[in-house]
């Protein structure tokens, strides 16, 4: 009776390992089962390292000769050939067996081998996009940098007009021409703020920045001028 369960112990040994095998491994173009593998995926410890390959990739007439990682992806791929031609990486198409690949999409996975030719042409569509993306970048950069000055600036005659209050305050009176003068300083921050173009989050800071500005100037008119 022991002999009997001794044989068929190795036997669901077998089906269990079965079913671990199916769990890692899928059919790839072509019909070949490879070990599944994920982008996030690494190497095992100690497993044999993979191997390099040289690809040929035409453009503009010129063959380029990348060497790369066999299991890098498409997009890998274009940050060597932006070394090479000076063409952004999100700018490049790159067509292999007559199909234009997807930056995620692994080269090994593609059917890509040491020696394999690519054809890279350039996306106009995606070089236009990148630049308009760029440019409102910079655009929002410059008029956030603009916003935070006028508040700084903002900041500095508020103190001002504070200094008077509390002047003020304890029964003093202020110069006339103090007033007048950090009154015109107030509306010139308000133009500045009125030039700069700003969407979203700058454009709020921009609305903050006249709001305190708008306040400070009637608390310098309303809460001095008696006092003058």
Known sequence: MMRGKDQKFPAMKKETAAVAKEEVWEVRPGGMLVQKRSPESEPPPGGAPVPTIRVKVKYNGVYHEIYINSQASFGELKKLLSEKTGLHPDDQKVVYRDKERDSKAFLDIA?????????LLEDPTAQAKRLLEERRHCKAERAAKSVSRVALDVDKLASKVSALEAIVSKG?????ADVVALTEALMNELVKLDSIAADGEVKE???????????????NNTGLVGFI
């Open 205 to 219: 800071q921009r609305r903050s920045s006249e709001f305190v500005c708008k306040e400070t100037g009637e608390a």
């Open 172 to 176: 003093g009176r202020v110069v006339d």
């Open 111 to 119: 059917g890509v081998k040491d020696r394999s030719k690519m054809l």
